[in-house]
């Protein structure tokens, strides 16, 4: 299929590209570097002798998105481009709702005017808010409690009703858990561009020699000992995700959301523990308050994924950690070298 890759150049979207070109897609990027830069695509094309037309713009540009779609013509539409850092989202919520909900109104307006009715839409496990009950499961109810967050819901119900209202349309909704881990080649991995947020890139850092400590953010919570516990998902089993959601969203039609992790929860320390064990050398931690607006656990139950779009997570915690430890300690600098 012809797949317009919104957000190609950036973390999940450059794993994404590689895994579509082996199944036989063709692609094209659409990407303002806001977050990236064309390194990105320098390696993919390396890494994959294969062709990626691509374009450089902004998803909120309606005249872009035209040229775009009457020169590809996609067939499909996976749309990566937006904003994810929760804490920057309070401060800026209006730019949030602009590009994660306003973009995506912009690329379904140019869609719907090509005549593409495919789409596969980067989601969160944020959605879900605080747990009611655990694994999540896609009935679980919504109730996200920041602005990113908000935001991913608002464009999850636009596309739900975007395709109630036009015939033979597929919105397929991936409700990612963490990503993380890097390309086994070692050459595309997460970049942050400031102090990471996320607590893999961050002790990466440390491991490499950039950061002191991770502050460990909590270890007072009912968990088994006493660390958040998160459901990580390897980037490339992400990746693999949206091929399979591509292969449904050929028949399928109407708007459906998918857990996509492992339904394994890890510890804080679980992570130290298996990131010392890739590294060969012990993380230094600090305990440290709790992170305001984490909770305590999340997991995924990705059951529906599993049966419906035939996916499964093979990738394991030694491979996630394995693999961010190759990308980090041959890439110090992320794409900068
Ligand atoms: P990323 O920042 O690495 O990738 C996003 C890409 O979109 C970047 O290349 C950036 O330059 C581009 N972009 C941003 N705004 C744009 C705009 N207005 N127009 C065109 N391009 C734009 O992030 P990622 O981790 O690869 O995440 C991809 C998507 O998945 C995002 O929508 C994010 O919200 C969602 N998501 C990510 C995570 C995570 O932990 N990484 C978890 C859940 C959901
Ligand atoms: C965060 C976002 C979530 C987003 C996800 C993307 C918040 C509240 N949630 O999820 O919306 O979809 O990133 O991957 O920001 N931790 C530390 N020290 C650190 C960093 C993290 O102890 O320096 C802990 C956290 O308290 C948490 C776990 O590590 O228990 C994972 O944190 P993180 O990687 O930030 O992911 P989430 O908080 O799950």
């Known amino acids: 299929m012809r797949v317009l890759v919104t957000g190609g150049a950036g973390y999940i979207g450059s794993h994404t590209l590689l895994e ?46 035209d040229e775009v779609m009457q020169d590809f013509q996609p067939e499909a539409v996976i749309h990566f481009a937006g904003l994810k850092a929760v804490g920057e989202s309070t401060e800026k919520p209006l730019y949030y709702y602009d590009v994660n909900v306003r973009g995506t109104l912009t690329l379904l307006h140019a869609m719907t005017k090509a005549g593409c009715k495919r789409i596969i839409f980067s989601s969160s496990a944020t959605v879900y ?34 395709t109630a ?30 102090i990471p947020n996320n607590l893999m890139p961050f002790i990466a850092q440390v491991a490499v ?12 919570y009912d968990t088994p000992d006493g660390t958040g516990q998160r459901d990580y998902i390897h980037v490339v089993d992400l990746a693999r995700a949206h091929v399979a959601a591509i292969d449904y969203a050929e028949t399928a039609t109407g708007a459906r959301p998918f ?35 984490d909770i305590a656990a999340m997991q995924a139950d990705s059951g529906r ?33």
């Not at 990027?29 to 002798?49: C, G, K, M, Q, W």
């Not at 919105?171 to 561009?193: I, T």
Request: aromatic letters at 8%.
């Open 20 to 65: 579509l070109m082996a199944q036989g897609h063709e692609v094209c990027v659409l990407d303002n570097y806001s977050n990236a830069t064309p390194e990105v695509l320098s390696r993919v094309r390396s890494l994959s002798n294969g062709v990626i037309h691509d374009y450089v713009g902004d998803v909120r540009d309606a005249d872009k998105l």
């Open 129 to 162: 808010g605080e747990p009611v009950y655990l694994p999540y499961d896609e009935a679980h109810p919504t109730n996200p409690t920041s602005v990113y967050g908000r935001s991913k819901l608002i464009a999850e119900q636009i596309l739900t009703d975007w």
């Open 165 to 194: 209202a036009t015939p033979d349309a597929t919105a397929v909704l991936l409700r990612y858990f963490n990503p993380v881990g890097a390309h086994a080649s070692a050459q595309l991995g997460e970049d942050p561009k400031d």
């Open 209 to 220: 020699g950039k950061r002191d400590a991770l502050q460990i953010f909590g270890g007072d």
């Open 259 to 293: 857990n996509i992790g492992t339904g394994q929860p890890y510890s804080v320390r679980d992570m130290v523990a298996a990131f010392e064990r890739a590294c060969g050398k012990p993380i230094a931690t600090k305990m440290a308050a709790r992170r305001a607006g």
């Open 305 to 337: 994924a599993n049966t419906e779009l035939g996916w499964t997570a093979t990738h394991d915690l030694d491979a996630m950690t394995a693999s961010t430890w190759a990308w980090q300690s041959k890439n110090p600098n992320g794409y900068e070298g």
